[in-house]
């Protein structure tokens, strides 16, 4: 670690403490610094041990409750307790193989009671038990131990791809509820809009129809005020007669219509002329009552 150990005394570095004997016993703890020996009363520097966090990385193999084989990457961060420097020294000879045992022990009895799905959950109360116990245990040979992590948790290629094809196939359903839900909606919206465009079609046909009804009332009442002796059959023949022309007028000047057969004569103006006022007289009614 560093020391220089001379015949009659050795120096101790920083972050370290010694371990002095004396006739082959412990006799003391060296702190850092240069420390006399006499070698004549049988001291001598036995060994030097560092008291800086060390790390050790562990890899478990088990499996959990549903049979999956999985590998565990342990971190375990320890350090030797200062006053306790000699129990570290001559209780363990590989304290790293002691710590790597117990971490097996532990480890192998929890996960085997977890399936894969509360491992990754719980994999932190995982690293708590192990830290519990190592602290029991090595706390008696001198070493604290710092923390653990649960680095990794690997599952079996096949686990991990079948993991994956199943999360696919979730994400996939979720997204086809929420495709059909907006098409839903969307249905939904275009039905509404063509029934308020179907209504307001309506409405404007009706205003439409009401308008023109006004109109003709109106034209034939002021044609009867002015021209005395005409009643008002022969002012809606008139306007009848008139309103037919035009439209034949209409159709032949326009270049994009087809032929249109239409019946042609008086008599099918009388006709006409019947229907429309048939209308009024039961639009005058409507509104009287």
């Not at 570095?13 to 004997?21: A, F, I």
């Not at 719980?122 to 992590?149: D, F, P, R, S």
Request: proline share 3%; hydrophobic share 40%; with cysteine.
């Amino acid at each position: 670690m560093g020391n220089t150990v001379c015949l009659f005394g050795g120096c101790i570095p920083q972050s370290n403490v010694g371990v002095v004997e004396q006739w082959g016993r412990f006799q003391r703890l060296a702190q850092p610094g240069f420390h006399f020996f006499n070698p004549f009363a049988g001291e001598w520097l036995a060994g030097v041990l560092s008291t800086r966090i060390s790390s050790l990385d562990v890899r478990i193999e088990t499996k959990t409750k549903d049979n999956v084989f999985v590998q565990l990457l342990c971190s375990i961060q320890y350090r030797v307790i200062k006053e306790n420097a000699d129990d570290a020294f001559y209780e363990l000879q590989n304290p790293k193989e002691q710590i790597q045992a117990y971490v097996f022990d532990v480890t192998r009895a929890i996960v085997p009671r977890m399936n894969l799905d509360e491992l990754f959950e719980q994999k932190g109360e995982v690293a708590k038990a192990v830290l519990e116990e190592l602290e029991k245990v090595m706390g008696e040979y001198g070493y604290n131990i710092e923390h653990i992590l649960m680095v990794d948790i690997i599952p079996d290629d096949s686990v991990r791809r079948a993991m994956n094809e199943i999360n696919a196939a979730q994400r996939m359903q979720l997204a086809s509820v929420y495709k059909g839900e907006a098409e839903k909606i969307l249905q939904v919206k275009k039905a509404e809009a063509e029934a308020e465009a179907k209504y307001l079609g309506g409405v404007g046909v009706a205003r439409q129809r009401q308008a023109i009804t006004d109109g003709l009332r109106e034209n034939i009442l002021n044609f009867s005020h002015k021209v005395e002796g005409t009643s008002a059959k022969e002012v809606m023949d008139l306007i009848m007669i008139t309103q037919y022309f035009d439209t034949i007028k209409d159709l032949g000047n326009s270049s994009k219509n087809t032929t249109v057969f239409i019946p042609h004569g008086p008599g099918h103006v009388r006709d006409i002329g019947e229907q429309i006022r048939n209308g009024l007289m039961e639009s005058a009614s409507a509104q009287i009552g």
